[in-house]
């Protein structure tokens, strides 16, 4: 049984940082990419960003410079390193493994603004 389980988020003020993880069970980790996607209320989930299986890494333009995609194979884990957070940030994010056509999702972990 594959399973994705996100952790990480919660709540942050503007300019603040977070570090989400992804842990993966159930698949051969080292073979897949990896990707965080973000969905805001109201809005389509989107990419974030991505780590292919050898370590490239590809960002969207509206976190590039900000936030840092990594991956430690010997633990399964994916990680989000989230600097200098805005207000549209504010999102679910999930974690995304694909290999071909075979591609699993997590649950999410919310971040959310605070006043």
């Known amino acids: 049984q594959v399973q994705l389980v996100e952790s990480g988020g919660g709540l942050v003020q503007p300019g603040g940082s977070l570090r989400l993880s992804c842990a993966a069970s159930?698949?051969?980790?080292?073979?897949?990419?990896m990707g965080w996607y973000r969905q805001a209320p109201g809005k389509q989930r989107e990419l974030v960003a991505t780590?292919?299986?050898?370590?490239?890494?590809y960002y969207a333009d509206s976190v590039r410079g900000r936030f840092t995609i990594s991956r430690d194979n010997a633990k399964n884990t994916v990680y989000l390193q989230m600097n200098n957070l805005k207000p549209e940030d504010t999102a679910v994010y999930y974690c995304?493994?694909?290999?071909?056509?075979?591609?699993?999702w997590g649950q999410g972990t919310q971040v959310t603004f605070s006043s």
């Open positions: 780590i292919t299986n050898g370590g490239k890494t």
């Open positions: 995304r493994a694909s290999l071909g056509s075979s591609i699993y």
């Open positions: 159930g698949i051969i980790f080292v073979a897949y990419t």
